[in-house]
T-cell receptor, first 109, second 112 residues
Framework: SQQGEEDPQALSIQEGENATMNCSYK?????LQWYRQNSGRGLVHLIL?????REKHSGRLRVTLDTSKKSSSLLITASRAADTASYFC?????????FGTGTSLTVIP | KAGVTQTPRYLIKTRGQQVTLSCSPI?????VSWYQQTPGQGLQFLFE???????NKGNFPGRFSGRQFSNSRSEMNVSTLELGDSALYLC???????????FGSGTRLTVV
C-alpha cells in the first residue's frame, strides 16, 4: 500500500505548547497537503507544499518537506484547545491521492 | 460562497442493495474526488473526476462507480452493498486536479 504513515498516532499537550507531527510516504509526489478533521466530519485543508518547496508557513502552522527522506512535518505553535482534532497528511502522486494514517491531537486547556 | 454539499448526510441500506451518493462542488471547481473513511482502513481514495472524465481511480472493486455531470456535480454509486461498505464517504472539490481540496461533511453509510 502507498498509504502514508504518521507519527505519533496520538499526542496530548497543554495549551500554549507546540505540537509536531510527522508524515512519511513511499513514492514521488507532486505536492503534500495537511488536513484537520474534527470528530469524523469533513476534512479542512490547512496547507499545501509543493515538491520543490522545503518549508511553508501559514499563521501558527509551519510545514517542512524533505523529498529525499520522503517525509514532512507539521508544527502547530502556541496550541489552543480548539486545535484538538485529527490531522492527516495527504499527497498527490500524479495519478492517485493518498492520506496518512493520522495523528490525534488533544490540547488540554 | 457555498461549500461542498453532500447528500444525504446519513443512509442505512441492506446488504445487496445499491446506493447513490451526491456531491455538489464549490462553484467554479471542476475537479471532484471521492474518499472512503473507515476506522480500519483510514482514508482511501476512490476516484477523481475532472470535466466529466474520470482521471484517476483508487483500488476499489467495480461495484464502486461514479460520474460527473456538465455542471461539475458528481454522483457515486455502490452496487451490491456489503457490510464492509459501511463508512463515511467524503467528497472533495478543487479548482485544479490534485490541488488543495475542499471537503464536504460526508455521507455516513451504514449497511445492515
Amino acid at each position: 500500500s502507498q498509504q502514508g504513515e504518521e507519527d505519533p498516532q496520538a499526542l496530548s499537550i497543554q495549551e500554549g505548547e507546540n505540537a509536531t507531527m510527522n508524515c512519511s510516504y513511499k513514492t514521488s509526489i507532486n505536492n503534500l497537503q495537511w488536513y484537520r478533521q474534527n470528530s469524523g466530519r469533513g476534512l479542512v485543508h490547512l496547507i499545501l507544499i509543493r515538491s520543490n518547496e522545503r518549508e511553508k508557513h501559514s499563521g501558527r502552522l509551519r510545514v517542512t518537506l524533505d523529498t529525499s527522506k520522503k517525509s514532512s512535518s507539521l508544527l502547530i505553535t502556541a496550541s489552543r484547545a480548539a486545535d484538538t482534532a485529527s490531522y492527516f497528511c495527504g499527497y498527490n502522486t500524479g495519478n492517485q491521492f493518498y492520506f496518512g494514517t493520522g495523528t490525534s491531537l488533544t490540547v488540554i486547556p | 460562497k457555498a461549500g461542498v454539499t453532500q447528500t444525504p448526510r446519513y443512509l442505512i441500506k441492506t446488504r445487496g442493495q445499491q446506493v447513490t451518493l451526491s456531491c455538489s462542488p464549490i462553484s467554479g471547481h471542476r475537479s471532484v474526488s471521492w474518499y472512503q473513511q473507515t476506522p480500519g482502513q483510514g482514508l482511501q481514495f476512490l476516484f477523481e473526476y475532472f470535466s466529466e472524465t474520470q482521471r484517476n481511480k483508487g483500488n476499489f472493486p467495480g461495484r464502486f462507480s461514479g460520474r460527473q455531470f456538465s455542471n461539475s456535480r458528481s454522483e457515486m454509486n455502490v452496487s451490491t452493498l456489503e457490510l464492509g461498505d459501511s463508512a463515511l464517504y467524503l467528497c472533495a472539490s478543487s479548482l485544479l486536479l490534485g490541488d488543495g481540496y475542499t471537503f464536504g461533511s460526508g455521507t455516513r453509510l451504514t449497511v445492515v
